[in-house]
């Protein structure tokens, strides 16, 4: 059935380093999309700035680079290749450095001005109906948030045990269970909106969990994979659908609570000498908050650093400033 | 017209060539059968009922699976020497195997300094059958076909403690230099903290005596199976590295011919057709592409994507006078393309990865297709159409897991145990199964 699909618009090198498939010019746009994004948070026109930025990373990741872009457990398997496989080592890293680098820069901006996926969830929110179900919903509406996130994960059951991905009750899959996982997570916030700090926590376990697990060699997959690695796993596949459909319900659940890479990237956020602060005396609704603030990092007085992720919309609102350190 | 004869004048060297290298045309003499990697046996069993002959179980240890851990060597060899037919095939306790081919009784046994991975290739050389096999300990070992005795050996590398373990890959017998030349690349590492290296070289041995006539270094990383065509009247070598690069090079200097770099790491070797119309190469990549390339320019004739990764190697076959081109992918399809096209014929779902090469061989006079899949199954499909005629549940996994295109898997190969034809599939659980058709029988 997926067999003819076929979505990436380049699938050689187009800067061929050392005459080997890795391609620089995914290194240079990659680099040149972070230094635009960075550019342009501290810009004034950085808000309107960022749906270019974002569709040209979301056009680039999906249909340019060619090959899988595979920032967290690419990193990991070529660190262990150090001696061994001197090109896997580069082609780790010649992603992750920057991404650290910029990082440390300018905070999360990679998930809030590059990540596709995050786009994708971003734009469900961006939906006027969407956005009204989410933020204030009627308690009818309440209760029907609920029976779609419960349908969302009867489908997913159901497609796994349809399709039975590789090794179905193994860990290699864990794409297909984050995915449930998010799922039932967004539920739980559909219920108790005051669980929404303690669920946020739960991704450093997760992450954690990951990390031991790629380091024991196995090749875990996640939602990323489904579309930029230009692979039709049915795990990643599955758990890309339900991440998807739970952020008509919750707002961007997978950057709220499972994404392993946004994970490891807000454990540097402390580091970041460009900051998003809220300003001195502001306080604003909670309702307000959560109109402005996509990933729901504003709070009423203050900002949680490690959700931020720098998009601005904040500052725009006049509830928060850029600080340099 | 002079370019038509010599091209025709080509496949005919081509041909014998082929002929000439191998000692008998129902043998499997290497990895995906001959120096085409066609994977294409004219082996006519009689009957579509297959059932099990024999298994040989060299040890009844199971072991603990490592990163890359792989079982037997990646296909076995099946060859007439001294009046017998010979199964040839490597164990990853650094034990390289002789087995009857008749009752899988075990013939002789060497002991290597590590692993043998990859398939070995059989020969007869001065009327003495031969076999050579590389080993992860960086040597490349020549032995008599029908003692075991160690004939020569060839260190590529002398040992130090900061060398990693050798990755070789299957070799081939070629003619050229008016000689039986032995190619077979190895990649070599240092992880000392000065002067380390990583190098995929290619080594071309006189296959009699062992001495070394020339090496080239393609790559930094491993180089998979080469295969040997003569195209235009050159006979050329052509095979691929794990860093996305295909390579032509001279068989008689190793000068490289031409080079195309491809889509991402490429772990199947390149299999060849011999046309007169121009000979093709097909070689497929982790990016799910079967490229079929031009094989006296590199240039690409025609690519086709499959839903996932593609490590299998291309065997090639030719059926009612059409030539076909038969993959596995890890979208657990097994294909079949127009080898001239690029037209998709069939695919076949299986329950899992089909990460090894497929073996064509005949049942009452049709082609089919012999493939397995990590759905623990080994499948016999109908060539032209693709529909199941027998399969084979081999048992899970004796693995907790395993990581995803690491580990080196068996391809099934098929040969004459005497005058019965064989199917042959080293398995996962330390066994080497053999099939052979029972009339009336059932699997």
Redesign the interface.
Known sequence: M?????WKLV???IL?IG????DAFVFLVFFALLFCAGIALKSKWGIRLRPFVQAAAFIFFIFIV??CFCALRGTIFSFQDI?????NVFNGLFIFVPLIAFTLMFGRIFCGWLCPLGSMQETFFRLPFIKKFMIEPAPGLKRLRLFLLIIIFSVAVFLLLKF?P??FF???NIAAFWGLVTVILAGGLVLNQEADLKLKKLRYFLLFGWLVIISL???VTDPWCALFG????YSSLIAFFAVLASAVIVPMAWCRYLCPLGSSLSLLTKFSQVKVKRKKGSVISKKEAKNICYIQALEEKGLDKSSCLTCKRCVDAGASDIEES | MVSYAKKLVSVLIFCLVCLNSKANCDDWTGFQRDSLHSGNSQVNFPDKNLSLLWFFSPTGRTWNYK?GSSVWSSSACIAEAGGRSIIYAGFYNNNFYAVDAKDGSLIWRFIGGNRFNQSPVFAKINNRPMVFVPCADRTIYCLDGLSGEKIWSYETLGWSYML?EAIPSSPIIIPARDLSLLVCPVWN?S?APFN?F?KGEIYVLNAATGEKLYSAVLS??PLNSPCFGNVDGQPLIFISS????VFALGAKDGKIIW?L?????LFSSPSILPDKEGSRIFISSR???LYCLDAATGKVIW?K?????IDSTAAVGTIEGKSYVYVGS??R?I?CFDAITGE?IW?YRT???VVSSCALAKISGKTVVFAHS?DNKLYCLDGLTGSAIWSFDLGKLIW??N????TIWSSPAVGMAGDKPILVFPCYDSKLYAFSAVKGGSN
């Open positions: 997926f067999e003819s699909l076929k699938e050689r090198p061929p005459n080997t498939y890795l060619h090959r001696g061994k496989n001197d090109l039975k590789k090794t193994f860990v290699q060699g196995i090749f230009n692979e039709i796993d | 990163s990693s590492s992880h380390n990583q930094s990383t794990n860093d996305g690069n080079q770099t491809l889509d991402s790491g990016f799910g592409n690519t994507k499959a839903g996932h990764a890890y979208d399809n294909y998709k695919n329950g899992d990865y990590l907790a897991y990581t995803r295109g690491d």
